[in-house]
Every structure is written in C-alpha cells, then in structure tokens.
C-alpha cells in the first residue's frame, strides 16, 4: 500500500505559477512511477505529467507542455509539479497517482493502483 498526500494548491491569477507536492509513505514508494492527473468540473480526469521512479522517463500532457515541469525527491519521498504560464482552463482538482500497472499507460487513468485525494488548483482571468 502507499498511501498520497497532496499539496501546494490555491487560487492565481492567470500567468501565475503554482509549485504543487505529493508526499508518499507506506510500501517502496521510491520505486514506483508517480503521475499528476487533473479534473476539471463536468470533463473526465485526464493525466497532466508522469515520471519514472528514478525520473529518467517522464511523459507530459500536449496541453501543458513547456508549462510544467514533474520532478521527485526520492529522499523525501515526494513528487512535485511545478506549474507556470497557468491559464484558466488549467482550473482543476490535481490528483497525484502512483503504482503503475503497465508501461506505456503513463498518462491513463485507470493505470494506477493508488491515488491522493487531491488539492485544487483556481486559475482566474
């Protein structure tokens, strides 16, 4: 089991930037993918940012490319989403993830065994 708690969320204007945290505890979570996943009110969670347990691999949404970087401490056993340049359509509850079943559903919701409960994040115009 590993158990997910997120952080960092809150209210910006757009172009603003938010830096958003997962805290990981319980079983080898320095050995498992983590990923950032989004939802938005009324749209199905779409994943945002995902990265390898020794963060060699990481896979970002088109839509926020060049905006948003993922990165993980596997020291403090926390990942981080920094995100920059943020419009209001990135107005979402952010979801950390982590436990990937199978390579190659980085970015795919039902590929994750665990989940946080999530911080949201406001962006207004």
């Known amino acids: 089991q590993v158990q997910l708690v997120e952080s960092g969320g809150g209210s910006v204007q757009a172009g603003g930037s938010l830096r958003l945290s997962c805290a990981a505890s319980?079983?080898?979570?320095?050995?498992?993918?983590l990923a950032w996943f989004r939802q938005a009110p009324g749209k199905a969670r779409e994943g945002v940012a995902s990265?390898?347990?020794?963060?060699?691999?990481?896979y970002y949404h088109d839509s926020v490319r060049g905006r948003v970087t993922v990165s993980r401490d596997n020291a403090k056993n926390t990942a981080y989403l920094q995100m920059n340049s943020l419009k209001p359509e990135d107005t979402a509850m952010y979801y950390c993830?982590?436990?990937?079943?199978?390579?190659?559903?980085?970015?795919?919701?039902?590929?994750?065994?665990?989940w946080g409960q999530g911080t949201q994040v406001t962006v207004s115009s």
């Open positions: 993830a982590a436990g990937l079943k199978s390579l190659g559903n980085e970015l795919i919701e039902g590929a994750y065994f665990y």
């Open positions: 319980g079983h080898t979570p320095a050995t498992k993918y």
């Open positions: 990265i390898s347990p020794r963060g060699d691999k990481i």
